[in-house]
């Protein structure tokens, strides 16, 4: 997959790490951008040039403020330095607002990549296309999935993140994990480690920071749902809860456990991950079908 250098003015910083690079990493390029690569101690410009040798390809942010800047300027320099001509599709201005756009790039007119409205679906394909790289679906609706996701989560409200074949889930879900504010533990139910109920409980817990020793079963729910309700909240993601049947199967009190610290107590939300609807994966009076949960779906590859 292509390496990528972003320059962008920090007036777009939100915009670039938020959308453009969620997007680009989970289509599986890799990312050189200032706010990951740039060291303490050395010249800005330095690590700029630096680092932007180290691409295959450069992605030019163009905006009001980034015209403004001449540390872009400096960067689309020698940018467009190693292909003046852009015959060689390595520089990828992307347009941003209606500024227009530097010189020399109007001058050779190259196919630039317009996303002043960022909910159209086909500048996004062609930048895609122009990284080599492949979400398996639209960019804006891998953005909208993990949109109303993080909207849930916040709230907080469960979730089941329900995804067909080829589309690009767990670059998504990783990304939501590790948000600052949704900071998750992300367990895996294909995993040997968690192989039943008192790995899930113990990974839970490791997962969040904790790491109090649980008794044999039926206690184990006791201290494990104390533990949490000493949280002031908790989110946990289970990957592949297509496998949950087969692991947990008739886990009644586990279930009704995990529901009541969610609908009950309020102090626990889920991202739960499947292939099949979660409410098709349990039995109708099971424990875990009373939860409030909005379904997100990431379809299949057309």
């Not at 690079?21 to 330095?46: H, M, N």
């Not at 008794?215 to 006791?222: G, I, S």
């Not at 049947?245 to 991950?273: E, M």
């Amino acid at each position: 997959m292509a390496k990528l250098f972003i320059s962008y003015a920090h007036a777009d910083q939100d915009w670039v790490l938020n959308r453009l690079v969620p997007v680009l990493e989970a289509g599986g390029a890799e990312i050189v951008i200032d706010v990951r690569q740039f060291r303490a101690g050395r010249t800005v410009v330095g690590e700029m040039d630096q680092w932007q040798d180290t691409a295959d390809r450069q992605i030019l942010v163009i905006t009001k403020d980034s015209l403004a800047s001449d540390p872009c300027r400096h960067e689309w320099d020698r940018a467009i330095g190693r292909d003046p001509s852009f015959t060689n599709g390595v520089i990828l201005p992307i347009r941003r607002d209606d500024s227009p756009l530097p010189a020399p790039i109007t001058l050779a007119n190259p196919l630039h990549i317009d996303l002043r409205n960022d909910r159209d679906a086909a500048p996004w394909a062609l930048l895609l296309q122009g990284c080599g790289a492949d979400l398996g679906l639209p960019a804006t609706q891998w953005l909208a999935a993990r949109d109303e996701i993080e909207r849930c989560l916040r709230v907080p409200r469960s979730v089941n993140l329900l995804v067909g074949n080829g589309s690009r889930w767990r670059p998504l879900l990783n990304h939501i994990a590790t948000r600052p504010d949704l900071t998750m533990p992300v367990l895996d139910l294909e995993s040997p480690a968690v192989a039943d109920r008192p790995s899930l409980l113990k990974e839970i817990l490791h997962g969040l920071g904790s790491r109090t020793a649980l008794p044999d079963q039926p206690k184990d729910l006791l201290v494990f749902h104390a533990e949490i309700k000493a949280r002031n909240f908790s989110r946990v993601a289970l990957l592949h809860f297509d496998q949950a049947p087969y692991k947990f199967p008739n886990d009644v009190p586990l279930f009704a456990g995990l529901r009541h610290l969610i609908q009950t107590d309020r102090r626990l939300a889920l991202l739960i991950q499947s292939r099949t609807p979660f409410q098709t994966l349990i039995p109708r009076d099971h424990p875990l079908s009373e939860i409030d949960m909005t379904t997100v779906k990431l379809p299949a590859t057309p």
